[in-house]
């Protein structure tokens, strides 16, 4: 599988999700994608705005929060397979949220604007030689490899849907 030594401690608990079913990085990658989408295109466009807790995300925060994020660790991993050698920063995913202007955005658009990531992001790591997926670049200050940034996506992605299932329905 994926050694430790590929990535920040902070990860490990989205890691820890993948570990578990033994699948290549574009088998998560299909599989929590599948999970998602089947998840959350069920719910009315209303539940979009649901927080379930003053102060925390709605639904259509989060998923465009995981939106984000992915967007942004799909530049990583370029970065990084291609052998930029920089350290690359990181990113407040607080300010991210609070300045994506989500709500007055359609439901279902951004399931579908996640949907159409998604088949990015696999085109991309369809794209990486095995040499690439090994390499290891700086992130935040921490070493990550190209191949952990796979397994973290869907990792993450896990991880806010197994949220949205216990506090959002």
Known sequence: MISKTEYSPYFEQYMQLVAQNQKSILENLTASQKDFEETLRKL???????????GK????????????TERVFCYRALCIARNEG??????DQDVFVDNC???????YDLLDEMKTLRE??????????DDALLR???????????????YLFSG?????????????L
């Not at 995300?57 to 984000?68: M, Y």
Request: hydrophobic share 35%; net charge positive.
């Open 136 to 150: 290891i670049g700086l992130a935040s200050g921490n070493k990550i490899s190209v191949r952990a940034l796979g």
């Open 44 to 54: 009315p466009k209303e539940k979009g705005s649901f927080a379930y807790a003053e």
């Open 101 to 107: 202007e989500v709500h007055g955005r359609n439901y």
């Open 57 to 68: 995300w709605t639904l259509k925060e989060l998923i465009q929060h995981i939106i984000d």
């Open 120 to 129: 990015s992001t696999l085109q991309l790591f369809k794209s990486f030689s």
């Open 86 to 91: 920089t350290n690359l920063p990181g990113f």
């Open 156 to 168: 993450h992605q896990m991880h806010h849907l197994n949220i949205v299932k216990e506090r959002y």
